[in-house]
């Protein structure tokens, strides 16, 4: 008879046993992700980062990882490779043939000197919040609903900026029934200025064993 251990990790299926609980993680995939900076204050717990509203990946690995484990937002995406043509660099974010975002950006030149440094302190500590959220079976409401802090790291290596464009498409209920509706949210946010694009090469760090539930 299956018995969970105390000391132990799960992910579903469950059943099949647990495994040691793991450390920073590291893989290779694509993903793009849309964030707002935040200020979490309480009376037990105080802190600022980036509140993850969505992110797309083509994995599924670390999509069902991070959504029941850490509450990041993730769903699935076709998401191409990145398409160079220097100093000009583009890609698209599709669902089942479907584009909904068209990311590019021109004229990179590097980014050297004390604006990389600046950069790669920035990127040492990085405080992302997941809302980890459980439907109840049956009826309205949740099971769970819960804010959590994911720490990462990122180690940049090199660096590029120049102009971008961020366009979304606006896809039917029909042709993405389980994403429109956050497409459309996102696509219908009034753009306000737009700021220089970067370009990073380096490590992102997952830090998975050093999150927890804030109060």
């Given at each position: 008879?299956?018995?969970?251990?105390?000391?132990?990790?799960?992910?579903?299926?469950?059943?099949?046993?647990?495994?040691?609980?793991?450390?920073?993680?590291?893989?290779?995939?694509?993903?793009?992700?849309?964030?707002?900076?935040?200020?979490?204050?309480?009376?037990?717990?105080?802190?600022?980062?980036?509140?993850?509203?969505?992110?797309?990946?083509?994995?599924?690995?670390?999509?069902?990882?991070?959504?029941?484990?850490?509450?990041?937002?993730?769903?699935?995406?076709?998401?191409?490779?990145?398409?160079?043509?220097?100093?000009?660099?583009?890609?698209?974010?599709?669902?089942?043939?479907?584009?909904?975002?068209?990311?590019?950006?021109?004229?990179?030149?590097?980014?050297e000197g004390q604006l990389l440094a600046d950069a790669q302190a920035?990127?040492?500590?990085?405080?992302?919040?997941?809302?980890?959220y459980i439907p109840k079976v049956g009826s309205p409401g949740a099971?769970?609903?819960?804010?959590?802090?994911?720490?990462?790291?990122?180690?940049?290596?090199?660096?590029?900026?120049?102009?971008?464009?961020?366009?979304?498409?606006?896809?039917?209920?029909?042709?993405?029934?389980?994403?429109?509706?956050?497409?459309?949210?996102?696509?219908?946010?009034?753009?306000?200025?737009?700021?220089?694009?970067?370009?990073?090469?380096?490590?992102?760090?997952?830090?998975?064993?050093?999150?927890?539930?804030?109060?």
């Amino acid at each position: 008879m299956f018995r969970f251990e105390e000391n132990k990790c799960y992910r579903m299926p469950a059943h099949f046993g647990g495994f040691d609980c793991p450390g920073p993680d590291a893989a290779l995939y694509y993903r793009d992700a849309v964030s707002v900076s935040f200020t979490y204050a309480t009376d037990k717990d105080r802190l600022e980062g980036q509140f993850i509203l969505v992110v797309w990946e083509n994995k599924t690995a670390p999509i069902l990882g991070g959504r029941e484990e850490t509450g990041i937002p993730k769903i699935y995406a076709d998401i191409e490779d990145l398409h160079t043509i220097k100093p000009n660099y583009y890609t698209t974010a599709s669902h089942e043939g479907n584009t909904f975002l068209r990311l590019e950006m021109l004229g990179a030149k590097p980014v050297e000197g004390q604006l990389l440094a600046d950069a790669q302190a920035s990127a040492a500590k990085i405080n992302a919040l997941g809302w980890r959220y459980i439907p109840k079976v049956g009826s309205p409401g949740a099971d769970l609903s819960q804010p959590i802090l994911y720490p990462q790291s990122a180690e940049i290596h090199n660096s590029w900026a120049g102009s971008g464009t961020v366009k979304w498409v606006q896809l039917s209920w029909e042709q993405n029934p389980m994403q429109w509706h956050i497409i459309k949210a996102l696509a219908e946010l009034p753009m306000l200025e737009m700021s220089p694009a970067i370009m990073a090469k380096g490590i992102v760090i997952l830090k998975p064993n050093n999150g927890r539930v804030l109060e």
